[in-house]
Each structure stands twice: as structure tokens, then as C-alpha cells.
């Protein structure tokens, strides 16, 4: 069994469980879509910008995701090894 892959599941799955992080998501989104309404259609470096966050905001959860679903599948593997 892998350990820090547990670990790291176990790290990204308080996160993306926390209401903190949650809010802090929602913040970033909200202020993104301002900042993306307040630009001229003629601004395409800003508004590319902006989605290039909006698209690594995903990209990190996305990515924490992952990490819990490796971590599930390591600890399901020790279990089905031991036969627990």
C-alpha cells in the first residue's frame, strides 16, 4: 500500500470538502465573471487571461479529484489483497 498516495487523497478530499475552499472557488468564479463582463470584446489578451484562470481553477480540482480516486483505489486494492 501506498501511503502517500493515501495521504494525498486523504489531503484533497478535506479540501475539496471544505465549505472554505468551496466559498473560496465560488469567490474566485463570481469575480472572474465580473472582470470578464467589464472587458471590451475588442480586449482578447485580457479576456483570454481570465479564462486561462477560470480554466485552471478547474484543472486544480479537478486534478484533487484524481487524487482521491487514487486514493480509493489503492486502499481498495490493500483490501482486496488482504481480504479484508
Same mark, same amino acid.
Given at each position: 500500500?501506498?501511503?502517500?498516495?493515501?495521504?494525498?487523497?486523504?489531503?484533497?478530499?478535506?479540501?475539496?470538502?471544505?465549505?472554505?475552499?468551496? /466559498?473560496?472557488?465560488?469567490?474566485?468564479?463570481?469575480?472572474?465573471? /465580473?472582470?470578464?463582463?467589464?472587458?471590451?470584446?475588442?480586449?482578447?489578451?485580457?479576456?483570454?487571461?481570465?479564462?486561462?484562470?477560470?480554466?485552471? +481553477?478547474?484543472?486544480? +480540482?479537478?486534478?484533487? +479529484?484524481k487524487?482521491v480516486?487514487? /486514493?480509493?483505489?489503492?486502499?481498495?486494492?490493500?483490501?482486496?489483497k +488482504?481480504? /479484508?
Open positions: 500500500m501506498n501511503r502517500e498516495i493515501i495521504e494525498r487523497g486523504q489531503t484533497a478530499k478535506r479540501l475539496l470538502e471544505s465549505p472554505e475552499w468551496k /466559498a473560496c472557488l465560488e469567490y474566485l468564479d463570481r469575480d472572474l465573471i /465580473a472582470q470578464f463582463r467589464k472587458t471590451n470584446v475588442n480586449e482578447v489578451n485580457e479576456r483570454e487571461d481570465i479564462h486561462k484562470v477560470m480554466y485552471w +481553477s478547474d484543472l486544480f +480540482s479537478d486534478r484533487l +479529484s487524487y480516486e487514487k /486514493a480509493e483505489t489503492e486502499v481498495n486494492i490493500y483490501q482486496h +488482504s481480504g /479484508a
